[in-house]
């Protein structure tokens, strides 16, 4: 399929039971990768605040970096859909500030979509961004940027009454209008247990095998950020390394005058 992938077709994958692929991408030239590599989806995430910018949280992320960011990946993906991640304080505090701040997203920067984390306490934005014409993922379980309410980086919906809260906040974000849900850091039993209940995709990263669908940060994948590594984490190449290696060649070939040679002189 050449065509740009939409909503209705990671719908269809569902119903087809065919997996969605996302990955995360934060400019130009990783968003051309994950885009010739045929992934459905790029999400610009505010995880770039960690991976890119080199913080401990996604929490100093500011709307105007994440329209950058989503701008240059928007300019990269020909056929992958766009889902720009909405930064901590650009909701939560009203509707109106929502839905200001997710139209920013499609007007200026060219996503599709848009994706917040939170269960019951975000409904009404979600209602309310999908009434203004703008698709909402919706994003539960480990979410990064209540890191201080859960006590850290862990895994959610151990107990019964976590999970029960998980599974009615999946139905509510459901009606609410959310096209997919981002399931993290949560048993695979009960991931495979509410993506069995929902008639909306969901997206698992660390959600176990049975989502509809899977993303990674790309960095990850592309073995590029080793501060620290998730149990959920697969990496799929060592470009941190193969990169210092090049470099060396480079500085030491300089150094030694090896570097530039006359092909590379006029
Ligand atoms: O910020 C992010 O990258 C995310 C993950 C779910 C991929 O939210």
């Known amino acids: 399929m050449d065509e740009r992938v939409t909503i209705q077709h990671l ?15 934060y400019d130009y030239p990783f968003a051309q990768i994950a885009d010739e590599a045929g992934i459905d989806a790029i999400y610009v995430g505010d995880s770039l605040g960690i991976v890119v910018q080199g913080r401990d949280t996604t929490l100093p992320v500011t709307m105007d970096e994440m329209i950058y960011h989503t701008g240059m990946v928007s300019r ?14 650009s909701y939560q505090v009203s509707t109106g500030e929502a839905v200001r701040n997710g139209g920013r997203f499609l007007k200026e920067a060219g996503a599709h979509a848009v994706k917040l984390e939170g269960g019951s306490e975000v409904v009404r934005t979600v209602e309310a961004l999908t009434k203004a014409g703008i698709p909402v993922m919706a994003h539960i379980g ?38 997919a849900i981002t ?9 495979c247990r509410i993506t069995g209940m929902l008639a909306i995709p969901t997206i698992g990263i660390g959600g176990g095998p049975d989502c509809d669908g899977q993303v990674l940060v790309i960095h990850d994948v592309l073995g590029m950020f080793d501060r620290f590594v998730p149990k959920f984490v697969k990496k799929y190449a ?15 070939e300089v150094e030694n005058g090896i570097f530039p040679g006359s092909e590379h002189s006029f």
Do not use: H, W
């Open 11 to 25: 719908l269809k994958k569902k119903q087809a039971r065919q997996k969605i692929t996302m990955i995360t991408a």
């Open 183 to 191: 399931l993290e850091g949560i048993p695979a039993a009960l991931a």
């Open 76 to 89: 990269a993906a020909k056929r992958a859909m766009v889902i720009g991640d909405m930064p901590y304080m």
């Open 142 to 179: 480990l979410t990064p940027q209540s890191i201080y309410s859960m006590g850290g980086y862990k895994v959610q919906g151990r107990t019964e009454e976590a999970a029960r809260k998980l599974i009615d906040d999946a139905g509510l974000l459901e009606s609410a209008g959310a096209f």
């Open 238 to 252: 060592n470009l941190k390394s193969d990169a210092v290696a090049a470099v060396i060649r480079y500085r030491e």
